[in-house]
């Protein structure tokens, strides 16, 4: 089945320090891959995509991610966090023949210390 | 260029009832897709139209039901409301049936049922 997996639920980091959120999927088609980023009760707000090309995609606000297709990882980085990044991110794939639905993780909580 | 836009915010039902959400998608978008979104989890796919017609289906009963119009506005209708129905309703529209096509989600609305 498919599936996207996030192991850590809650990640607290000290201002200006870097940052790694875990990505695994289970699919069997070659993937889409995003990370999208949740404020408190607001939507999503798209982070970056991965269709194909470069496995190093640079999204907004200074985030990257990198597609490594032997471990069927997608991991978000930041090399220096900021107080405002403290939010719920969410990454997500899709393919062709999902009939273009996206299969979200559970999320990684975000929190930043000053 | 104006964004997803739903409406209305929040909402508060009784078990039992029946409740319209709507959404307006992305200028340029033809295609809407619905999300829900409990408490602590991530976004489950719903269904998605593409040009006024069901594209897809996730794992949700008959009585979560939608509408596309013309305008390529959408509507998500839920029937005999429950308990566990109560959760942040996500619309997400894209230009295109998709992936690669990129899907930007509304704020949201959040249903109660009580």
């Known amino acids: 089945a498919q599936s996207v997996t996030q192991p850590d639920i809650h990640i607290t980091v000290s201002e200006g320090a870097s940052l790694e959120l875990r990505c695994n999927y289970s699919y069997g088609a070659t993937p889409y891959l995003f990370w999208y980023v949740q404020s408190p009760g607001q939507g999503l707000q798209l982070l970056l995509k991965y269709f194909s090309g470069d496995t190093l995609v640079q999204g907004i606000k200074g985030f990257e991610a990198e597609f490594k297709r032997s471990q069927s990882s997608f991991n978000l980085r930041k090399p220096s966090v900021h107080w405002s990044d403290a939010a719920e991110y969410f990454c997500?794939?899709?393919?062709?023949?999902?009939?273009?639905?996206?299969?979200f993780g559970k999320g990684t909580k975000l929190s930043v210390k000053p | 260029e104006t964004g997803v836009t739903q409406s209305p915010t929040h909402l508060i039902k009784t078990r039992g009832q029946q409740v319209t959400l709507r959404c307006s998608s992305q200028s340029g978008h033809n295609t809407v897709s619905w999300y829900q979104q409990a408490l602590g989890q991530g976004p489950q796919f719903i269904f998605q139209?593409?040009?006024?017609?069901?594209?897809g289906r996730g794992n949700f009963p008959p009585r979560f039901s939608g509408l596309q119009f013309p305008n390529y506005s959408s509507e998500l209708n839920v029937n005999a409301l429950e308990l566990d129905d109560s959760a942040l309703y996500l619309c997400?529209?894209?230009?295109?049936?998709?992936?690669?096509?990129?899907?930007?989600f509304g704020p949201g609305t959040r249903l109660t049922v009580l």
């Open positions: 997500a794939v899709g393919d062709k023949g999902s009939q273009g639905n996206l299969i």
């Open positions: 139209y593409y040009r006024e017609e069901e594209n």
């Open positions: 997400a529209s894209s230009e295109d049936r998709g992936p690669p096509d990129t899907q930007y």
